[in-house]
C-alpha cells in the first residue's frame, strides 16, 4: 500500500498539482520509503505533501506570515531559481522569528535576482504591504541621482549633529548573501574592491578586510561608528547571511572618512555617505557621485548591479528594493520629541524615528535619528528632498516649542508622486 | 538543506581553490582534516537526500573553536552522510574517539545485568545520577537536515511509541509549541526542559530551524525516564533520579531504551545503527553509544586538588558544571561522566562512571579528613 500511493505522490509531484489536506493540519501518515540510489547531482529525497511541510504560522506576525497561504506555499515550494534557491529557504528567517506585536518584519529574503520573479505569488504581495501599497505588477519605480535637483539641504547646526545617506547595490550574476557560496562571495569582494581602487580624489580610499584587519584598525574603524560586526540579529542569522563569517567581508573609507562602502553584510554591497553636520545637500552630493562612479568603474569590467524598472534596485531584504536609500539625520529635539503630536508629525512627513545606534536602538538623551520611511516608489532625489523638507519642519517646530509658540501637525504628505 | 549552497551544481562553477573555506584561524577536528585536496574529492558529491560536504563542515566554519576545548566541527545530514564522506569523517572520528579506526568493531550491550555494583553510591556525596544517550530513526534525515515534514513525522512516530509504554515507564509528551507557562515553568524546576538551542555550533549547523514546530519532551509520571524530541537528534533519552543508585537508573535506561526499540520496529522503523559506528547520530562525538552517564557530585577538595584532572582522564572520566556542557562548576558540584562514547560499550562505560565515582568519593573523604590520597591513585584505564 505504501509503495503505490508513493507512485502516486511522486508522480502527482513532478506534475505539480499537490492535493491539500487543509489548512494548519498537519498529517503525519504520509511514509515512503527512501529511495536508495544516488545520481550525481540528483536530489532525492523522502517526500512530503506541500500540507505536511507547510510552516505552523499560527503565532507568527510578519508579512510573510500574513501572505503565505497553504496555496500559495503548494503553488511555489517544487519550484526553485536557477541557482537552485528555494521557496523554505526564502522564508526561513520568516519562520524561525515570528516577530514582534509592535513592529511587523517582512519575513523573507531573496537569495539572487530570479527569486523575486520565480516567487512572485508572495514576494509582490509582502512588497505591496511593506511598500504602502506599491503594487509591483502595475507600477513603475523612478530611479534619480541627480543631486543637483536638490533644493536647500543645509539643516540648522544647533539642531543637525550629523547627516547621512546610506544604499546597497547588488552585483548582478552573483547570488545575495543569503544563498550565495563562499567562491561567489569573495567574487563579489573581488569585482567591488576592484571598482573602488579606481575611485580618485576626494573619493579615493583604502579597503579594510575583516579577516586580515589588525586590532588598531579595528578599534579606529569602531570609533569612527564604520565597523560592521557579525550579525547577531536572529533575522540574518536564520536567513543564512552570516555563514563563513569574516571570509570575503570588509569595509572601504575614503580617506576623508566620508564616503564607505561595506562589502557583503547583508548585501553584497552598502554605501554610505556621511559627514558631521547639517550639509545634508553636499552629503547626498558625494553618494551619488561615488554610486556613479563606482557603477561606471564596474562596468567598465564587465559587470552591471542589480536592477530593473518594476523593482529598482535589487537587494537580500525586500524592504530595501526600490532605492534602498535611508537618509537621515541626528537631530535633538528636546522639545518636540516629548510633544505628544511627534509620532503623528513624523507620520505624516513619511518620516521615522530611530534610536542613534541605529535600527533597534533607543534614543540617547534627545536625540533621534530621523529618516525616510520610503523606500520604493519614489526615487532617491524625490526621498531626500522629503527628509530635507520634513527635517525643517521639525526644526522649526522645536524652535516654535522654545518660544512658548504653538505647532500643527502638517498635512501628510503624498505617496507615489 | 537549509543552506542556499547546497546546490553543488553552483558551486562546481567555481574551483575547489576558489570555494574552499579558509581554516587558517581554526582549532576543530574538521579543520585539522580537510585539506584542500580531501575538499575537492568530496566536493561534488552529495547523499541521497541532497547533503553535501559543504552542509557537514558549516558550523565548523562558522565557528573556529577554542584554544582549550578541541569541537568536532561537523555534523550528519542523514544515516548516508558518515558512508558518503568517510574520508573527511573517518579522521575526525579517530581522533575524537581515542584511535578508532575505520576496520574497528563496536560493541553494543544494554544488558544491565552486566553491570557491577553501582546501586550504593554514597548518596552524601552523590547527589543525583543520570544516563542519556541518542537514537536516530532510520530513513529519515537528521535534525541540520530535516524538512518540516520529516521532522513532524519524527514527532508522530515518535509520540505514538512513547505512548505504548506502561508500568513505571508511563507517561505524558508535552509539545514546545502547545505547553503551557505552567507546564513549562514545572519542566525547567524540573530539570527537564530543553531551550532553543543557542550555542553557535548547533544554530550553524542548521539545527534550530522552524523552532518549536515538532520539538517536545516526554517524561514518565514518576520523572525518572525522559524522552526529548527533534532538539540535537530525533530522540534523547534521558534516565535520572536524585541519590547514588546508578544501577537503578542505568537498569530503568536499559529498559526503556529496549522497549521504545520494540515498539518502532513494531512499526516497521529500526534506529540507524551498524556494527562499526553502533547508534548513529548527528555530532560524530555522540557515535557509538551515544551514551553520557554521570553523577552530581561534591568533591570540594578533591576538585582543588593538583592531581584531580589526572585522576580524572585515567579513569576515563569528565568533569562539567553541574548546568551541563559549557558551565562552570557550583559550590564544589561537579558533574562527573564518561569522557568515551565510541569503542566501549554501554555497561562498559556506565561501569567506569560506577567504578570511578567511588574512588573520587573514597579520595575526597581522605582528603576531608586530611589524608593523603597517593596510594589511592589509579591506573590508566
Not at chain 1, 137 to 152: F, V
Not at chain 1, 245 to 250: N, S, V, Y
Not at chain 1, 294 to 300: D, F, K, M, N, P
Request: hydrophobic share 35%; charged share 25%; with cysteine.
Amino acid at each position: 500500500m505504501a509503495s503505490s500511493f508513493a507512485r502516486i505522490l511522486s508522480s502527482k509531484r513532478k506534475v505539480g498539482i499537490l492535493s491539500l489536506v487543509g489548512a494548519g493540519s498537519l498529517t503525519v501518515g504520509f511514509f515512503l520509503n527512501r529511495e536508495q540510489h544516488v545520481n550525481a547531482g540528483a536530489h532525492v529525497r523522502r517526500i512530503y505533501p506541500a500540507s505536511a511541510e507547510y510552516p505552523d504560522l499560527r503565532k507568527h506576525n510578519n508579512c510573510m506570515a500574513s501572505h503565505l497561504t497553504p496555496a500559495v506555499y503548494a503553488k511555489l515550494c517544487d519550484k526553485t531559481t536557477p541557482n537552485g534557491y528555494t521557496l523554505d529557504l526564502a522564508i526561513q528567517t520568516g519562520v524561525d522569528n515570528p516577530g514582534h506585536p509592535f513592529i511587523k518584519t517582512v519575513g523573507m529574503v531573496a537569495g539572487d535576482e530570479e527569486s523575486y520573479e520565480v516567487f512572485a505569488d508572495i514576494f509582490n504581495p509582502v512588497i505591496k504591504e511593506r511598500h504602502n501599497g506599491y503594487d509591483p505588477c502595475n507600477m513603475k519605480h523612478p530611479t534619480d541621482l541627480d543631486s543637483s535637483k536638490i533644493r536647500g539641504g543645509q539643516f540648522d547646526e544647533k539642531y543637525v549633529l550629523s547627516s547621512r545617506v546610506r544604499t546597497g547595490r547588488s552585483i548582478r550574476g552573483l547570488s545575495l548573501p543569503p544563498a550565495c557560496t563562499r567562491a561567489e562571495r569573495r567574487e563579489v569582494e573581488r569585482v567591488v574592491i576592484d571598482a573602488l581602487a579606481g575611485l580618485k580624489g576626494d573619493l579615493a580610499g583604502k579597503y579594510y578586510s575583516l579577516t586580515l584587519m589588525t586590532e588598531q584598525e579595528q578599534q579606529q574603524l569602531i570609533d569612527d561608528h564604520f565597523l560592521f560586526d557579525k550579525p547577531v540579529s536572529p533575522l540574518l542569522t536564520c536567513a543564512g547571511m552570516a555563514r563563513d563569517w569574516p571570509d570575503a567581508r570588509g569595509i572601504w573609507h575614503n580617506n576623508e572618512k566620508t564616503f564607505l562602502v561595506w562589502v557583503n553584510e547583508e548585501d553584497h554591497t552598502r554605501v554610505i555617505s556621511m559627514e558631521k553636520g547639517g550639509n545634508m545637500k553636499r552629503v547626498f552630493e558625494r553618494f551619488c557621485k561615488g554610486l556613479q562612479e563606482v557603477e561606471r568603474l564596474i562596468q567598465e569590467k564587465g559587470w552591471e548591479f542589480m536592477w530593473n524598472e518594476r523593482l529598482g534596485y535589487i537587494l537580500t531584504c525586500p524592504s530595501n528594493l526600490g532605492t534602498g536609500l535611508r537618509a537621515g539625520v541626528h537631530v535633538t529635539l528636546p522639545r518636540l520629541s516629548k510633544d505628544p503630536r511627534f509620532p503623528k508629525i513624523l507620520d505624516n512627513l513619511r518620516l521615522q524615528k530611530r534610536g542613534t545606534g541605529g535600527v533597534d536602538t533607543a534614543a540617547v538623551g534627545n536625540t533621534f535619528d530621523i529618516s525616510n520611511l520610503d523606500r520604493l516608489g519614489q526615487s532617491e532625489v524625490q526621498l531626500v528632498q522629503t527628509v530635507i523638507d520634513g527635517v525643517n519642519y521639525l526644526i522649526e517646530c522645536e524652535k516654535k516649542l522654545e518660544r512658548g509658540q504653538d505647532i500643527k501637525i502638517p498635512a501628510p504628505i503624498s505617496q507615489f508622486k | 538543506m537549509p543552506f542556499g549552497n547546497t546546490h553543488n551544481q553552483l558551486k562546481m562553477n567555481y574551483t575547489a581553490e576558489q570555494e574552499y573555506p579558509d581554516l587558517s584561524k581554526h582549532n576543530n577536528h574538521m579543520a585539522k582534516v580537510l585539506t584542500l585536496e580531501m575538499y575537492e574529492n568530496l566536493r561534488d558529491k552529495q547523499t541521497p537526500s541532497g547533503f553535501t560536504v559543504d552542509d557537514v563542515i558549516q558550523t565548523g566554519v562558522d565557528n573556529p573553536g577554542h584554544p582549550f576545548i578541541m569541537t568536532v566541527g561537523c555534523v550528519a545530514g542523514d544515516e548516508e552522510t558518515y558512508e558518503v564522506f568517510k574520508d573527511l569523517l573517518d579522521p575526525i572520528i579517530e581522533d575524537r574517539h581515542g584511535g578508532y579506526k575505520p576496520t574497528d568493531k563496536h560493541k553494543t550491550d544494554l544488558n544491565p545485568d552486566n553491570l557491577q555494583g553501582g546501586d550504593d553510591l554514597d548518596p552524601n556525596y552523590v547527589l543525583s545520577s543520570r544516563v542519556r544517550t541518542g537514537r536516530s530513526i532510520r530513513g529519515f534525515c537528521l535534525p541540520p537536515h530535516c524538512s518540516r515534514g520529516e521532522r513532524r513525522a519524527i514527532e508522530g512516530l515518535s509520540v505514538e511509541a512513547l505512548g505504548a509504554l506502561d508500568g513505571d515507564l508511563k507517561g505524558k509528551y508535552y509539545a514546545l509549541k502547545d505547553m503551557t507557562d505552567e507546564e513549562q515553568q514545572q519542566l525547567i524546576d524540573d530539570h527537564f526542559l530543553f531551550d532553543k538551542p543557542v550555542s553557535p555550533l548547533l544554530l550553524a549547523s542548521g539545527m534550530a530551524r522552524d523552532w518549536p514546530d515538532a520539538r517536545g519532551i516526554w517524561h514518565n509520571d514518576n520523572k525518572t525516564f525522559l524522552v526529548w524530541v527533534n532538539e540535537e537528534d530525533h530522540l534523547r533519552v534521558i534516565s535520572m533520579q536524585k541519590g547514588g543508585n546508578m544501577k537503578e537508573v542505568f537498569t530503568r535506561f536499559c529498559t526503556g531504551l529496549t522497549k521504545i526499540e520494540e515498539l518502532f520496529k513494531e512499526k516497521g522503523h529500526a534506529f540507524m545503527w551498524n556494527e562499526h559506528l553502533g547508534y548513529v547520530l548527528t555530532c560524530p562525538s555522540n557515535l557509538g553509544t551515544g551514551l553520557r552517564g554521570g553523577v552530581h557530585v561534591k568533591l570540594p577538595n578533591l576538585s582543588k586538588h593538583e592531581k584531580f584532572g589526572e585522576v580524572l582522564k585515567r579513569l576515563r572520566l569528565q568533569k562539567r558544571g553541574t548546568g551541563g556542557v559549557d558551565t562552570a562548576a557550583v559550590g564544589g558540584v561537579f558533574d562527573i561522566s564518561n569522557a568515551d562514547r565510541l569503542g566501549f560499550s554501554e555497561v562498559e562505560l556506565v561501569q567506569m562512571v560506577v567504578d570511578g565515582v567511588k574512588l573520587l568519593v573514597e579520595m575526597e573523604k581522605r582528603l576531608e579528613a586530611s589524608q593523603s590520597i597517593d596510594d589511592l591513585m589509579p591506573e590508566q584505564k
